[in-house]
């Protein structure tokens, strides 16, 4: 088991509110929340419905997992 941290990312305001179901692995925290910080950005023509949250957590996986890493 290795220790990772895992992208978590909502779209959408209250009810209508999802969670992503893309799961990804990152790690070290400081490139999670680099991914974090670019995928809540959002060009045009913004709604509420676009509004996006994404943080990451700290998470054990099997040593097999696919985990991005910085070269």
Known sequence: M????MLVLYIG???ERKQIEETL???TVTYCN????EV?????????KD???AYCLPI?????TLVYRLK
């Not at 680099?34 to 910080?37: G, Q, R, S, Y």
């Not at 809540?40 to 509420?48: A, T």
């Open 51 to 53: 509004q996006a949250t």
């Open 60 to 64: 054990t996986v099997p040593d097999d």
């Open 13 to 15: 305001v209250g009810e």
């Open 34 to 37: 680099d991914v974090a910080e």
């Open 2 to 5: 290795i220790q990772v941290f």
């Open 25 to 27: 692995y990152f790690d």
């Open 40 to 48: 809540v950005k959002r060009w045009g023509h913004w709604s509420h």
